[in-house]
């Protein structure tokens, strides 16, 4: 299990965070408190990924936000207030945009059909990008201290737990074959 962890471990970082990531850098933070993995490779990939994915949906905003806003009438209303937001307060969007969890990527491809300059917006991603990355992992490193005191040692377990999951997994596919086959017995019977 070591082997697999350290091996797709911070690419799983970099693509989770690619997206949202708050589980997956948390998870990161839980694996090196516990010596999967390395907290600092884990700070790394999370800001990576996270700068990569806000500077991808910013450009997307950029380069083809405006046709998809333009497009729809109750969109292309919205941008002028989206601009006189971002004018008066955009400094502190573009900076908390990584802990609004859930909405970033709609945010970012708004933010993108904006007049904000993007040098500004790489300020201010690269430095919540950095600090996002940095919480979030300490936070599950933290956390792993609660799995550490419960758990001891991991590592006797993990066979048991690999096994487990490999039982469940086994029982759920013959229960779903078991539905499928009922389920076409009966529509050969129609």
Request: net charge positive; proline share 1%.
């Amino acid at each position: 299990m070591e082997v697999y962890i350290e091996k797709f471990g911070y690419i799983g970082i970099l693509l989770g965070t690619f997206f949202e990531g708050e589980t997956t850098v948390l998870i990161g933070g839980i694996l090196s408190k516990l010596g999967y993995m390395n907290i600092y490779k884990v700070f790394i990939f999370a800001f990576i990924g996270t700068f990569a994915g806000d500077f991808t949906f910013f450009s997307l905003g950029k380069a083809f936000g405006r046709n998809i806003v333009e497009r729809y009438e109750f969109l292309s209303s919205k941008v002028p207030i989206a601009d006189k937001i971002i004018k008066k307060h955009g400094n502190f969007i573009i900076f908390i945009i990584r802990f609004l969890v859930g909405i970033r990527a709609v945010v970012l491809l708004l933010l993108g059909c904006t007049n904000i300059k993007v040098s500004k917006f790489l300020f201010f991603s690269i430095a919540n990008s950095i600090l996002w990355s940095i919480v979030v992992s300490v936070i599950g490193y933290i956390f792993g201290n609660v799995v550490y005191i419960i758990v001891k040692d991991i590592k006797q377990y993990e066979w048991h737990i690999i096994g487990a999951i490999v039982i469940i997994i086994l029982i759920i596919i013959f229960i779903y074959r078991h539905i499928m086959e009922k389920k076409e017995r009966t529509y050969a019977d129609r």
